[in-house]
């Protein structure tokens, strides 16, 4: 089965410099490879799939926008794959004919630059083609690592200065980029006149974003690009920068069809005027007597510049670990806000913008000046940490970026504060949907609650699995679980752990953080840490999103909780009594399918626990046959004394006192602990 599947693009983009191929005299033959390691075998599933790709994402780029994304198969044989025609391409359908052709043809070039390669990236001047093994469409359209810039000459001249030339570009490459974030499907042709006795008097550029894309994310992936063009431009008079989600390009010939939507004037060469003075023997005197106070007053300003890059030498010394932070934190695209900004966004942090409050600090709502909203964290007790390890913590949470993730914007460090921005998700919190406001409570259809499973299901394989360094977030629950527009979920309050919290090694943690309720036993009594901790929790969330009740573990008198009562219906065959009596159909057998998965995700003992792949495998195969669980862990408010312990069936009976009882919460925010791979 061949599904669409579309997603927005990022604002982060990392370019790797290629060759440029071979250029004729038609445009239409460019093509330039990127050629990722993995081979698939020949006459094996891989290729049949792609087969499967190559025959139907053709015409699914050329129907529309010229833009489509597709996955098909199965693991380990699953293909994902992106296809992005120029904007002008697309226009009619004779045009339209020429994306489909530029789409075939960059299947046909993949085969024959990356032979039998699971991983290819072809760029043409038509269009860009990606199919992968890799889940690249679950990135939030991250063009790494498979964007190019690329110059060209052809042997031509270009009569005027360069820096006149690289000046022009750059302005018309900057209008171009600008018009196309606002226009129909953020694509943008540009003329600039150029130099009236120049061999080419005019150039032309060219700026396009994935139409999926929201406007911010489009402006900040082609600002990135611009911001490149003065490295590889030195005067050429051609040049791309390519991505798979957005594209610039530019060119002394005009290359695309239609009128320009963006013209500018020539710009104004610099003038310097030449004045002349018939010298005489007091006019000499005063040339020598002029020459000599410039002189001098030359040796002095050297002077002054040297005394000021000495003091500014040391200080920068003294300051080199804050300022190495910094410049790691500019190279991740992170944007550093001001103080003023923030204050003035969430209107001095008032209360009537507070959003929640945990362990961690509180977060307000805030509006910027272009009506943008967002979200900031005013972190708490942070000034026993140093610039590092803010470095750190920034730099790992600007690496995370999938779309069941909250995305991280940026930060500002005042004085001793530290504030995290965060996208504004307006629908807030999947706590609010199944417990909290009993209005909402009826407003989760069946498909929105399983959408919702899934979802967190692939935002932990992202943090488990795919991210560049494993994170195990440690307090996965229903508050932590943020619902956009559309209802898809996006995992919040991940990457503060090593902020906050110190005592770390890879499998023990000197202080359990979390939440009563969603802490799995191995981790509550003994402090042990692996990804099974957050399984554990993912099962307790999936069963309070299918019965609509509150896991009870997080109560203080409370004697039985939800697992208990789901296990005890299980075991009599009863469980369709705990989910919706409205469902009916294929819809009541994927809720019971669920309520299988959670009690295995609660198991007592971790390595009955499935990992988040085989959990994601289970929830898309509905002919997968389930293994019988186990009796799951229960955690009881007992007021009783007794040690821990775990009775015969494997449960763990333990009271709160019997837990490492540092940092956790009822209702707080997320714990992660991030370690490297």
């Not at 790494?144 to 005027?160: K, L, Q």
């Not at 080199?320 to 923030?342: I, P």
């Not at 999938?402 to 995305?407: E, M, S």
């Amino acid at each position: 089965m061949l599904a669409g599947y579309h997603i927005p693009a990022v604002a982060v983009i990392v370019a790797v410099l290629l060759p440029l191929a071979a250029v004729t005299g038609q445009p239409t033959q460019w093509r330039s490879s990127k050629c990722a390691s993995g081979a698939y075998a020949a006459n094996g599933t891989y290729q049949a799939n792609l087969a499967l790709l190559a025959a139907a994402l053709p015409a699914n780029a050329s129907a529309g926008s010229g833009f489509a994304t597709a996955t098909v198969g199965a693991l380990p044989d699953l293909i994902s794959a992106l296809a992005l025609c120029r904007g002008d391409v697309v226009t009619d359908d004779t045009s339209a004919s020429s994306c489909r052709a530029c789409v075939a043809a960059g299947f046909r070039g993949a085969q024959r630059d990356c032979p039998g390669r699971k991983d290819a990236t072809v760029y043409q001047d038509a269009c860009v083609l990606r199919f992968s093994d890799q889940r690249f469409l679950d990135f939030v359209g991250a063009n790494s690592p498979d964007g190019m810039f690329s110059s060209d000459s052809s042997g031509d001249i270009i009569t005027a200065p360069a820096a006149l030339f690289n000046a022009a570009a750059v302005a018309l490459m900057n209008a171009t980029a600008s018009h196309a974030v606002t226009a129909d499907k953020y694509f943008a042709t540009g003329e600039e006149d150029f130099h009236a006795s120049s061999r080419y008097p005019k150039i032309y550029g060219l700026a396009q974003c994935a139409p999926d894309m929201t406007a911010p994310q489009c402006r900040s992936c082609l600002t990135g690009f611009v911001a490149n063009i003065p490295w590889f431009l030195n005067g050429n008079p051609r040049g791309r920068a390519l991505g798979i989600w957005c594209n610039l390009r530019y060119s002394v010939d005009p290359f695309y069809t239609g009128g320009a939507m963006v013209k500018l004037s020539a710009p104004a060469p610099a003038i310097v005027p030449s004045i002349a003075i018939a010298e005489t023997g007091t006019g000499r005197k005063r040339r020598i007597a002029g020459i000599s106070a410039g002189v001098g007053c030359f040796l002095l300003l050297i002077l002054i510049l040297a005394a000021c890059a000495f003091i500014r030498f040391k200080r920068r010394k003294a300051n080199k670990n804050d300022h190495s932070a910094l410049n790691e934190m500019a190279r991740v695209k992170c944007t550093v806000y001001d103080f003023l900004t923030l204050q003035e966004a969430t209107e001095n942090f008032a209360e009537k913008h507070k959003l929640g409050e945990g362990g961690f600090g509180a977060v307000y709502k805030g509006i910027l000046p272009d009506g943008h909203e967002i979200a900031v964290k005013k972190l708490i007790d942070s000034t026993g940490h140093g610039l590092d390890q803010i470095r750190n913590e920034v730099l790992v949470l600007a690496q995370l970026q999938h779309k069941n993730l909250v995305r991280l914007e940026g930060f500002c460090l005042h004085q001793n504060e530290i504030l995290l921005v965060y996208e504004f998700i307006k629908n807030g919190s999947l706590d609010n949907f199944l417990f909290v406001d009993a209005s909402r409570r009826n407003t989760l259809n069946w498909n929105e609650e399983y959408n919702i499973v899934l979802g967190i299901a692939k935002g932990i394989m992202y943090l488990h699995e795919d991210s560049s360094i494993r994170i195990i977030h440690r307090d996965l629950k229903a508050n932590n679980i943020l619902l956009d527009e559309a209802m898809d979920p996006k995992i919040a309050d991940f990457g503060l752990a090593r902020l906050q919290v110190g005592g770390h090694t890879q499998t023990k943690t000197t202080r359990v953080v979390g939440t009563f309720g969603y802490m799995a036993p191995e981790y509550a009594i003994h402090g042990n840490v692996s990804p099974k901790i957050d399984i554990f929790s993912f099962g307790v969330l999936v069963l309070e999103i299918v019965t609509k009740r509150r896991n009870c573990g997080s109560c203080e008198a409370d004697t039985v909780n939800l697992l208990t009562d789901v296990w005890a219906c299980w075991t009599k065959g009863t469980v369709s009594q705990m989910i919706d009596q409205s469902l009916e159909g294929h819809s009541r057998v994927q809720a019971l399918r669920c309520v299988h998965i959670g009690l295995l995700c609660v198991q007592s003992d971790p390595h009955d626990r499935p990992d988040i792949p085989s959990v994601i495998f289970m929830l898309n195969r509905a002919d997968m046959e389930l293994q019988p669980p186990a009796q799951p862990a229960f955690f009881f408010g007992r007021d009783s004394n007794s040690d821990s312990q775990q009775l015969e069936q494997g449960t763990y009976v333990y009271n709160r006192s019997d837990v490492m009882i540092e940092d956790i919460s009822v209702n707080g925010l997320t714990i992660t602990y991030p370690y490297p791979r």
